[in-house]
């Protein structure tokens, strides 16, 4: 079985540009979960979906958007990035009800210059 | 304060010896607790969950929790180096939501021949 999928691995991007990271969850899993690690914050909650919906939202600007699409594949997009937005992005998904078993993927390392 | 506290390490054991891990946390509403282990360069791999109060095996690997003391643990016997790595506990549930994950600031260990 497919684990999760991020692509691209890695990206460079610059100042006041926009970028979009995609995620494909472990077949069946509907829930989708956006993380953001840095080495001064840790593993940070970004928003959750499911059936196409925003379930939850963490305390990120409104530049960090995201959305689901009806097979659960999920983006996230950051516009107007910025040098503190480097960082790695993690999805993570998981079966509905099957609460505290989300499995992430390897992550997108963004890097802002 | 943070919610979840987790002391960073590094924490150096020799090959052999039984780690013990910890977290503290502040918030009495999470019922799920999680321990994820990230090697460098990958994203966070499941190891344990578990809900509510109680102990749970799984191998070389026990979880514990107690929420009368807002404190869980994670020990793992017969270190092997395979185990270096970050290891970082996650909690869930209340009005946060189940599937947002808090996590821990995780801890460095290194298990040395």
Partial sequence: KAGVTQTPRYLI????????LSCSPISGHRSVSWYQQTP????????EYFSETQRNKGNFPGRFS???????????????????????????????????????????????? | QKEVEQDPGPLSVPEGAI?????????????????YRQYSRKGPELLMYTYSSGNKEDGRFTAQ?????????LFIRDSQPSDS????????????????????AGTRLAVHP
Wanted: charged fraction near 10%.
């Fill in chain 1, 13 to 20: 991007k610059t100042r006041g540009q926009q970028v979009t």
């Fill in chain 1, 40 to 47: 001064g914050q840790g593993l940070q909650f970004l928003f």
């Fill in chain 1, 66 to 113: 995201g959305r689901q699409f009806s097979n659960s594949r999920s983006e996230m997009n950051v516009s107007t990035l910025e040098l503190g937005d480097s960082a790695l992005y993690l999805c993570a998904s998981s079966l509905v009800g099957q609460v505290g078993e989300a499995f992430f993927g390897q992550g997108t390392r963004l890097t802002v210059v």
């Fill in chain 2, 19 to 35: 780690v013990s891990l910890n977290c503290t946390y502040s918030n009495s509403a999470f019922q799920y607790f999680m321990w």
């Fill in chain 2, 65 to 73: 929790v107690d929420k009368s003391s807002k404190y869980i643990s």
């Fill in chain 2, 85 to 104: 790595a970050t290891y970082l506990c996650a909690m869930s549930g209340g009005s946060g939501g189940y599937n947002k994950l808090i996590f821990g």
